[in-house]
C-alpha cells in the first residue's frame, strides 16, 4: 500500500520496537525526542498520525511490538526554494526530473513540501511516485522515479545490480599531473562532523572512473562515471586527488558559507542516465538540460 499524502507529501512510516511504553504517544515521544508531547498530542488530534491502513489513530492507542505508525512531518516556517524543476519523460511506470540545486529529493531536515518529490506529487497527481536513488540537495541533474508500485521492484534492480550507467558533470581545478582517464577506488567510511565522509585504509568500497570533457584557463569540466554509489564519493574522491568541486562546501574542509549560498552553487550535475528499460528491453538514454559553463567560474 502507498503511503497516504498530504498536500503533496508522503507519511513517514516507522516501526515500534519492543519496550513497556503504554500507548503509541509515549513510543513516539521516546523515539523523537526533538519533538515534545503536545506537538505530538496536537497531530493526533488533527489526524496527522496514522495507522498501517492509513485510519487515524487515537492518542491512547496501545503500543505493540513491530506496529507501523504511519505520521505526517511537519516543519514550521518552512524555507521556500525558489528554482523550477523539469520533468524530462512521464509514462505509467517512469518519471525522470531534472532537478536544480539547493532542492531536496525528499524530506529532510527542515524540508517537508519543499521537495523534488512533494513538487512531483503534486504536479502529476500521482501520490504512488517514489524515488528510484537520490542525489544531494547541492547537486543538480536527473533522477529517476518509479510512477507504479507494481513495476517498482524491476527499475530498483537497475541501481543494486549496477545496470544502469551514471554520468556526471564536475567543474574543479586543473589536474595537468594526471593521465586520463584515471580511476579512482577507496573506502569511504564516516567522517567528522557525521554529514561528512572521508577515505580511510582498508579494502575498497567505492569506485569512479574519471575523464575530461573540456578545459580551461581557470577550470576543467570532468565526466565522472561512478560504478558505486556511495554517499558524497564524487565530491571525496576529487577532493582527494586534489581537484575539489568548485563551491563544495563540505570537502575538503567544512566553509562558513554553506550549501544554501545561491551565487556559489556546487559545480556538480548529474549530467546522463543510460538503462535497457526492464518492461520492454529497450535502451532509454536520458540527459539533463542544464550546464555547466566556465562563466560560473569564480575570479582566483
Not at 503500543?63 to 521556500?80: D, K, N, Q, S
Not at 570532468?222 to 586534489?242: C, E, I, T
Not at 556559489?264 to 529497450?282: N, T
Amino acid at each position: 500500500m502507498a503511503a497516504p499524502t498530504l498536500a503533496g507529501v508522503p507519511a513517514s512510516r516507522v516501526q515500534l520496537p519492543p519496550g513497556r511504553w503504554a500507548t503509541v504517544l509515549d513510543a513516539l515521544c521516546d523515539r523523537f525526542p526533538t519533538i515534545c508531547r503536545a506537538t505530538w498530542t496536537d497531530r493526533f488530534a488533527r489526524g496527522r498520525v496514522l495507522d498501517a491502513r492509513g485510519r487515524p489513530l487515537d492518542a491512547r492507542a496501545a503500543h505493540r511490538t513491530g506496529m507501523e505508525v504511519l505520521y505526517f512531518r511537519e516543519v514550521a516556517e518552512e524555507p521556500r526554494i525558489p528554482f523550477a524543476e523539469t520533468v524530462l519523460h512521464a509514462d505509467a511506470h517512469l518519471v525522470v526530473a531534472d532537478k536544480p540545486h539547493f532542492l531536496p529529493v525528499a524530506p529532510t531536515g527542515a524540508f517537508v513540501r519543499e521537495t523534488l518529490l512533494g513538487r512531483l506529487v503534486r504536479r502529476l497527481g500521482n501520490p504512488d511516485l517514489v524515488p528510484l536513488h537520490r542525489i544531494d540537495r547541492a547537486t543538480a541533474g536527473l533522477v529517476l522515479f518509479s510512477a507504479d508500485p507494481s513495476s517498482r521492484a524491476r527499475y530498483q534492480a537497475l541501481f543494486r545490480e549496477r545496470r544502469i550507467a551514471k554520468q556526471y558533470l564536475a567543474l574543479a581545478p586543473p589536474l595537468p599531473a594526471l593521465a586520463f582517464p584515471q580511476l579512482r577506488r577507496s573506502r569511504l567510511v564516516r567522517g567528522e562532523p557525521f554529514f561528512r565522509m572521508r577515505e580511510a585504509p582498508g579494502e575498497p568500497n567505492s569506485e569512479t572512473r574519471l575523464e575530461v570533457a573540456w578545459r580551461d584557463d581557470r577550470a576543467w569540466c570532468y565526466r565522472l562515471l561512478p560504478v558505486s554509489g556511495r554517499k558524497h564519493q564524487l565530491r571525496v574522491h576529487m577532493a582527494a586527488l586534489g581537484a575539489p568541486i568548485l563551491g563544495d562546501p563540505l570537502y575538503p574542509l567544512l566553509r562558513e558559507r554553506g550549501a544554501d549560498d545561491p551565487s556559489a552553487p556546487l559545480r556538480l550535475l548529474a549530467h546522463a542516465l543510460e538503462f535497457d528499460d526492464p518492461l520492454d528491453g529497450r535502451r532509454r538514454r536520458f540527459a539533463s538540460a542544464r550546464e555547466l559553463e566556465a562563466a560560473d567560474v569564480p575570479e582566483s
